[in-house]
């Protein structure tokens, strides 16, 4: 029976909070308009954090160490250098390049190669022999390098030294200027729809005082105004989500996924789109209840 009660007072409580926004229309769009401005501009810095991470990565992936081995050495002596270059923590693979098979890259590339690289005997060839070597953690792969260098029969390490430091500083940078700016906008977000709120429940003092006057506990004078907050939230949230949806899918088709270059590649939309809209959901909801709750305890002190 006290279930079945509690049932019947939430769905009147939800019942009078559908009432409120609509009979305080004015009012509730105010709020409403606030949590949509603010979630649009969270939801931008959402995608733009996402991808920044995303692209970064595939750049991280794409390091190589370049090992160029002594045209000296025989066969046995390179796999040699492959296994010892195994044993090294933070390798993640080897792939073996034989300068026979870098010339004929090299041919490809360009008539001039071709021409000059075709004139070479076997023996003519000047190129190494190299291991292109990936590893697991690239803000080590300096580490690594210095290691590879020191093997007997490695001629020289290149990997891009100096500017994959500068890179991957200027990555991390802008990774916590994202992560900041997202969570201030959180923030913010919550300052602004709080402030929105208060500003609506306050207009409705009187009818807080009226029921405070027959009787009704602190409880039940908030819940109204809490599931209120939680339709405000919800409803503000629409927007966003509909244009973080169709938004990012149709810029991710319009690009074919790839801004400027093969190294910028943006986030498949799906499942993506979907983990955003959620979180936009359940921030316009959660500070929507906040607001209310702490507008009608902190400024009516109920």
């Not at 034989?98 to 890259?105: D, H, L, Q």
């Not at 700016?181 to 300052?191: D, E, G, N, Q, Y």
């Not at 609506?200 to 109204?224: C, D, H, M, W, Y």
């Amino acid at each position: 029976m006290i279930k079945m009660k509690n049932i019947r007072i939430l769905l009147k409580n939800i019942r009078d909070g559908l009432k409120n926004i609509v009979r305080n229309f004015s009012l509730s769009l105010a709020s409403i308009s606030c949590i949509t401005v603010t979630l649009l501009i969270v939801a931008v810095s959402m995608i733009g954090s996402y991808n920044v991470e995303n692209f970064t990565k595939v750049i991280r992936d794409d390091f190589t160490i370049v090992v160029y081995m002594n045209n000296d050495l025989d066969e046995d002596k390179e796999s040699k250098i492959k296994d010892e270059i195994e044993k090294l923590s933070n390798i993640e693979s080897i792939e073996y390049n034989s300068k026979k098979e870098i010339a004929e890259n090299m041919k490809k590339e360009s008539e001039i190669f071709n021409t000059i690289i075709s004139s070479w005997s076997e023996s003519e060839n000047p190129l190494y022999d190299t291991y292109l070597v990936k590893v697991k953690d690239s803000e080590k792969i300096s580490n690594a390098a210095k290691r590879i260098k020191k093997i007997d029969g490695v001629v020289m390490v290149k990997y891009g030294e100096g500017m994959i430091e500068s890179l991957l500083s200027i990555f991390n940078i802008i990774e916590k200027i994202l992560i900041i700016t997202v969570l201030s906008l959180i923030i913010v977000t919550a300052f602004l729809i709080i402030n929105t709120i208060k500003i609506t429940i306050f207009s409705r003092q009187e009818e807080i005082e009226i029921k405070r006057l027959v009787g009704a506990s602190n409880f039940s004078i908030k819940q109204p105004f809490v599931i209120e907050g939680l339709f405000i939230g919800l409803i503000g949230s629409i927007i966003p989500v509909i244009s973080t949806i169709y938004g990012y899918s149709t810029l991710y088709e319009k690009t074919g996924g790839v801004l400027f270059s093969k190294f910028i590649t943006l986030v498949k939309p799906f499942p993506f789109v979907f983990i955003v809209s959620f979180v936009l959901i359940v921030i316009g909801i959660v500070v929507g209840m906040i607001g209310s709750s702490r507008a009608v305890r902190k400024y009516l002190k109920i």
